[in-house]
């Protein structure tokens, strides 16, 4: 390990691009992790990269001015910026912050934040708060939040970004997760794997998504969104859905497209088989937007075969249209295909590409 400090001691660089410290397993004194570090930040180092355990980190790294890009992932019990005591963080610099830290109170989280003055990037996790504090993420320079809670003692998230551009959410999303001003989203990944327990609860985070262009929404629960009053998806152009554990309704397909009449490209996994029924009126996206589907684990029964007749026959503009079969026989495989390729189709340039175990085709 001395030859680590002897290299940083004798390096003649300017300006040390990238410093990565990875110390799971080794047995290491504290004293030398400060001194590697101290090095680096003297080197006037750019981006600092720290997964350790049980180790305190020098102030030296909450005040370096050349710090551009900052991860630290472990448990740092014995950093005064980590346990409560925090003196003055101030990264006038630091544009991505990357943190996975055990027992990380509210208050010094945020006073971390707040000493980091053009903030663009952040992504955190959540792993187990010590207070009970609301985390109200006000932060106006940021334009990427990748936010993982994974507790379920999170009392209040508040999102009061006017500025993010692209928002990852995921875990134990409370009731208290409120996204208060995201006016200039374009991009959201979002997981409802636990912690609302209501539908409604969903449906009303949604609605903070509305404005968005680009969408994927895994859950656990997808059928709770039928008969729901779904928000308007006005700008939407991308919606990649997908349920962890149950099959998707056909209906709530209908009510998507239905409620995004931009809808470019779309993506679902397989299907409840619970009867097809053609919408009363055929969805604006439909005729004019819809240009991509692709349809994942498809098996090929009457209503998979009635709802890619109805989109074939309706969508104006569809360019390709891929279905991936999930476990089905060579026959039936075969079968489906020719009975696809002699629908009608309302666009004279769609394609259709079949995915299939015992079969691949693509054809125009």
């Known amino acids: ?12 660089a300017s300006q040390l691009k990238s410093f990565k410290l990875g110390l799971f397993r080794t047995s290491v004194q504290k004293s030398d992790v400060a001194k590697w570090i101290n090095e680096a930040i003297r080197l006037n180092v750019s981006e600092v990269d720290i997964q350790v355990r049980k180790f305190g980190l020098p102030l030296s790294l909450f005040t370096c001015k050349t710090l551009t890009k900052l991860r630290l992932v472990g448990s740092f019990d014995d950093s005064d910026v980590f346990n409560g005591e925090s003196p003055a963080v ?24 707040h000493g980091c003055p053009v903030l663009e990037s952040l992504s955190l996790e959540i792993l187990c708060p010590d207070d009970e504090e609301d985390y109200n993420f006000n932060i106006p320079t940021l334009k990427r ?27 134990y999303i409370c009731p ?9 989203l374009v ?7 636990g912690g609302l327990t209501d539908y409604r609860q969903k449906v009303e985070r949604l609605k903070g998504l509305s404005g968005v262009k680009s969408l994927s929404l895994f859950t656990s629960t997808l059928n709770e969104f039928v008969h729901s009053h779904l928000p308007k998806f006005l700008n939407l152009k991308h919606l990649d859905l997908k349920d962890s554990y149950f099959k998707s309704p056909w209906i709530l397909v209908t009510q998507i497209l239905e409620s995004s009449p931009e809808l470019e ?26 240009r991509t589907m692709k349809i994942t684990k498809c098996k090929g029964r009457k209503c998979d075969i009635q709802f890619l007749e109805y ?3 309706n969508s104006e503009v569809l360019k390709t249209i891929t279905i991936i079969c999930g476990s089905m026989r060579m026959k039936d495989e075969m079968e489906m295909c020719a009975r696809l390729l002699k629908f009608p189709r309302a666009s004279r340039f769609c394609e259709i590409h079949f995915f299939g175990k015992w079969l691949n085709s693509s054809t125009g």
């Open 265 to 290: 490209h779309l993506c679902f996994e397989e299907l409840e088989d619970n009867g097809w029924i053609e919408p009363e009126s055929v969805p604006t996206c439909m005729l004019s937007h819809l």
């Open 187 to 193: 991009e959201a990944t979002v997981f409802f794997n």
């Open 145 to 171: 939040f990748e936010l993982r809670i994974n507790s379920l003692y999170t009392s209040k998230v508040v999102l009061n970004v006017p500025n993010l551009k692209y928002l990852f959410a995921g875990g």
């Open 1 to 12: 390990m001395e030859i680590l400090l002897e290299v940083l001691e004798h390096c003649k």
């Open 90 to 113: 101030m990264l006038p610099g630091l544009e991505t912050l990357d943190l996975n830290v055990s027992r990380i109170s509210c208050v010094s989280l945020f006073r971390f934040i």
């Open 311 to 313: 989109i074939l026959g």
């Open 176 to 184: 208290g997760f409120v996204m208060e001003d995201l006016s200039s």
